[in-house]
Every structure is written in structure tokens, then in C-alpha cells.
């Protein structure tokens, strides 16, 4: 048997079954990827050159109506500014808040405290998204916890009320996606060897210095991805701004969501979501260049 | 270029006493190494004088001036790390300028002082280099080249030689020795290897758990070690314990060794005498009266190229003898050997 292994005979032998056991092993892997992801895909680009939705009762046929739409009204571009604008403050505030946290936690607290930080940041992703929202209403109304909070604190404060705002559609939003900053800044600061740290401040570099030029441009990579992870699901979010933005709320995702679950302009639905894509990707494009350094 | 002090230093962290009442004179421009197993408390003192962290109390002076309290990017010092800390986002050039461009240097200035340096480290030609596209040994040249070129006051080197191998490290021994001397430049070196400390350094210091036990030329502690553990960690060393009787020293088994000088005290005594100041004698052969002389069972020979290692043992006490490749007589293991060696070879030794 060792002998004829050597032979070619049985190599070829084994060299289909070593394609179906490849086969075999990612099939289902691919299969599931394009029952789920890709034929829903495409159904929707089909459907975003539809002029209704295709059922019998209807009449449709094919158009650019919807597409057109969308260059043609002023009102969906400056939707697509304010989610792009929401996208980039959340990820913005994400980051003043985030990589500092991800900075102690790396670098300055060791063993337990540090675990159990960390499972403070994991929380909000135990908790349901819809109960998360829905507890920031009753923080941030009108006589709410963080008014009466701010009243105690500093008699005669007056009134706040933040929601249905702006502001309260970031909070929500940064308080979401806060972890993920927290955890890909975490990962590319523990990365970064304290000597280099002590290197810097031996030949004389002020902590601001050393931050500048040796922590923010190693740790660039974590921060990169983290804010990718961060802005793509922002910028199309709509229960959020739903809930905790009322009519200050309207964002492409809103708007998007409301053409296939309110109005039923399914068409209409699918084209803004394919713009919105193409938006993500022309930016990701413009600032390949940056990405790549960084990583 | 400073004189460096550290008087009466202590320092614990929590119930471990890391420092006690280190004091140590580092004269201008001289090489010092600091030299003790791990533990010793080496680097922690190396990291008092670079300013990474403060005594709990005791003094540090470095050009006269009290820097106890100053922290590290404010001492002016060049220190070199183990693993060489050379920044992976930045090129060679801008690794050496660093230090520069904190400093506000003007530019043209920093060009020709990299220049300069990378020069004197034999690197001229790497600038655009990344650190991951240079070798061990030329990661080790930057690191040094961007710890002096800012002319600091003192050089620290923590262990500036283990992370190379062994051809590498002798090359690099004779650079760092040529560099300090054409810089000038007070230099303190951390290393665990007595023979690094002994070929580089003018002065040496050796530590055990956060004391100083003594300070020399390499060339008095290796001659004259103070005590036992200065004896066996720096090189070799056969330790004979009895008592001191009329100046000599008795064994417990009645044989007697001259030492030294005539034993001063009395009670008991250790002496120390290096492997290759004791000579295997044939049982005729004459012996002059300044020697001492015993005999022990030779239990292994150990072949090592240009030299022979004996392995001998006389009752309980093993000993070791080197000797010369080409005077080594035609020995069997087994056999009994008499061992001769100058009285002058005996040094008494704190246990």
C-alpha cells in the first residue's frame, strides 16, 4: 500500500474526492450566502426598476422613475446629507468617547478591573435594541431622568427637554454603537508595546507628543475599522431616529423604511437603499487611499 | 556629558523591596555596567535614573543637579531598549529624528545630525528603511543611533545585547565600546551576562536583591571578589569553607590553604579560587612554597575546543578545574590528581 501510494495512480484517484470534500464543506456556507443575502439582493435591484410592486392585482413595468426621483428632488438629497452627517457625528462622538475608555483599559488597568470594565462596554449588546431606545425616552424628556438629574445637581437649573431632537437621535445612537469603537480601538491599542511608549518619552516627547505620533497613527487601523462598523449602519438606521427623533428623525433610513412598511412603494424603497449603497461605496472609494495606509 | 549619583535610594513596590540603600558614584564618561541575576533589582534602578519611575526616598543627581522628582522626558538621557522600541510607523530617518523634532531642532539641522549619527552607527544609506526591513543587529545600530543623537546627557542601555546571537553580539560588543568612547558619552548599562559586563564596561556593579554588593574595574572583581555569589556570578569559582586557624585556612577534613594574606579573624571562613589558576600537578613534580596543594578524585572531563574542564570531587566538596587545550596531561577519570595553586589565588570570600 506505501508503495503504490508513490505511484500516480491512486493520487488521481484521490484528487476528485479531495474537490468534493472541499466542495462538501463550503457548499452549504456559499449556498446559505446566496439563498439569504444575494437572491433577496437582487430581487430588490429588480425591483427598484419597477414602477410598482410586481403583484397580479397591479400593473407595473419597467422604469428609472425611481432612481430619477431621487436627483429630481431636492428633499432626498438633503435626507442623504443628514444621514451622511449622522453617520459621520455618531462615529465622531464614538471616538471622543470611545478610544479614550479603549486607551485605560488597554494600557493603564490590569487584570480584574479591567474584566470587569469590559463587561460594562458588552452590556448594550445583551440588552434588546428596542428596549434600549425606548429607556433613553425616558431619560432624556421633558422632566425626565437626566432633567431632574441636572436639577439636583445644580439647583435651578430649569427645564431640558431633548427629546425629539437631533441630539437625542446621536445619544441613542452613539450609546449603540459606542462598543464597537470601544472594542476595535481596544484591540489596536494592547497591539502597540509600552516600550515604545517609554521610547518616546525618553528622547523627550510630551504626552501629547507621544499620542500624536506614535499612539493615534499605530492605533489607526482599530479606529479605521471601528468607524466603518459604525457609520454604514448609522447612516441607514431608522428606529432610533424613529423613536427617539420623532418628526426631527426624518433620515434616508426612515424614509426608506416607510416605503416598505407605510406608503408600500416597494420600488421606491429598494432604489434609495441601492443609492445609499452606492453612496457608502463612492466614499469608501474616495478614501481608499487613507484606509489602506492606516491598515 | 554628566557624572551621574544615586545616593541611598530605596525603592519597594508593595511588600517587595525592589531597592535598598543603593548608592552608586558614576563618573563622567565612563562605561558602567550593572550587573545581576533577575530580580536584582538592576533595572529597576536603571528606570530610577531614566526617570520611568521616582524613589521612595535617597537621592538622584546626574550632572550635579537633583532629578529625582523630574520625569523622564525632561532628564535629557538616551536609553536603548531591549527589544529596540524602534517606532514601526516611521522610517530609520525619522526614528533617529524624533528626538530631534521634539526638540524643535530646525530642519537642516536634523538632517545633518541624523546623517551624522547614522554615520557614526555605520547605517548611512538606510533612511527610507522601515525597521521591519532591517536585521537585528541593524534595528539595534538605529536604536543607538537615536538614543545619542540628541546629545543627551547619560546613555542607558537595558540589556543592549541579549535579543542577538552570539556572532552578532561579539561585533556589536567592540561598535558600542568604539561608539562610547569616540561620543564620549557617561554610559550604564543593565545585563545579566558577566562576560558582557567584564569586555565592555570600565566599572562594574554587582547587584543581589536590591543591594549593591560591589563595585570594581572587571578586572579587581574578577580577581578579588568580596563575596561568595560575586565569586560564582562573575566566572567560575571553587569554594573551599572551614575555619580560620594560625592565618590559614583549615578544612574540615584536617588539609590546610594558604590564602591571600594570613587570615585576620577568626571562626569560620570561604575562600574562593578561580578553575584556571588551580593546575593538575604530576604526583613528582616539584611545587614551589607559596603553593597549595591537595588532591582530589577526577570524575569527568569535559572536551570544550580550546580548553579541557575537570570535574573533580574531594569528599562532599566538587571542584572544577580549567585547563589549556595544549597543556593537558593524559588523565583518566577515576584517577586520583594533586592540584597546586599559588597561595596568592585564594581569596577569602563572604559566604
Partial sequence: MAVSDTTTAPMNHRRPSNARSILALTGPAYLWLVVTVLLPLAAMFYFSFLSDVPLAARDWHATLANYAAFFQQDFYRTLMWRSLRLGFEVALWCFVIGFPCAYVLAKTIKGRWREALFLMVIIPFWSNALIRVFSWTMVLRGNGILERFLDWLIPGFGSLDLMFTYAAVVIGLVHSYLPYMILTCYISLSTIDDDLIDAARSMGASRLTVLRRIILP???????????????????????PRILGGREGTFLGTVIEDQFTAVFNWPLGAALSFILLACVMIIFAIFQPILRRAS | MASVTVSHVNKAFGDFQALSDVSIEFSDGGFYALLGPSGSGKTTLLRQIAGFSFPDSGEILIG???????????????????????????????NVAFGLMVRNTP???IEARVGEALELVRLSGYDDRKPHQLSGGQRQRVALARAIVFRPRVLLLDEPLSALDKALRLGMQVELKRIQREVGITTIFVTHDQEEALTLSDKVGVLKDGKLLQEGTPRELYERPATAFAATFLGDANLFDGSADDGELALADGARLRTLEPLART?????AVRPEKIAIVAADAAISSDSNVLEAELE??????NSLNYLLRRGDVSLRVFAQNRAAADLQPGQRVRLAWRAADTIPVEA
Fill in chain 2, 107 to 109: 530642519k537642516r539641522e
Fill in chain 2, 267 to 271: 571562626g569560620p571562613v570561604t575562600c
Fill in chain 2, 300 to 305: 569527568e572531563i569535559i572536551f570544550a575546543g
Fill in chain 2, 64 to 94: 550635579g543637579e537633583a532629578v529625582e522628582s523630574l520625569p523622564v522626558e525632561k532628564r535629557n538621557i538616551g536609553m536603548m531598549f531591549q527589544n529596540y522600541a524602534l517606532f514601526p510607523n516611521m522610517s530609520v530617518f525619522d
Fill in chain 1, 218 to 240: 499605530l492605533s489607526m487601523p482599530g479606529i479605521v475599522a471601528g468607524a466603518v462598523l459604525i457609520f454604514v449602519p448609522v447612516i441607514g438606521s431608522f428606529m432610533e
